[in-house]
């Protein structure tokens, strides 16, 4: 399994990014993907997954904000991230839920005030 993330960056507050994900090594369309961030100091932390059938879930702080989606064709997942806030700034991973769960390497995105 390997799960490449790009798309990271430094933006301005209310910038967008788009986060993408290619996976390969095993189904991608069988299984839900997720992205995960995890800010200096603290722990990681749940951003959005969606499931095989394109089923999403959110965390409060990125409703409305951030929108997963999924290619199945092209194996890869996408995070949509608009309205930037400084708190947002974190390493974001690519994660494949699988069992156990598989990880990325982890994209920077960077929000300045």
């Known amino acids: 399994v390997q799960l490449q993330a790009s798309g990271g960056g430094l933006v301005q507050a209310g910038d967008s990014l788009r986060l993408s994900c290619a996976a390969s090594?095993?189904?991608?369309?069988?299984?839900?993907m997720g992205w995960y961030r995890q800010a200096p100091g603290k722990q990681r932390e749940l951003v959005a997954t969606?499931?095989?059938?394109?089923?999403?879930n959110y965390a409060d702080s990125v409703k409305g904000r951030f929108t997963i989606s999924r290619d199945n064709a092209k194996n890869t997942v996408f995070l949509q991230m608009n309205s930037l806030k400084p708190e947002d700034t974190a390493v974001y991973y690519c994660v494949a839920l699988l069992s156990p769960a598989r990880w990325g390497q982890g994209t920077q995105v960077t929000v300045s005030s």
């Open positions: 969606i499931g095989s059938g394109g089923s999403t």
């Open positions: 090594g095993f189904a991608f369309s069988d299984y839900g």
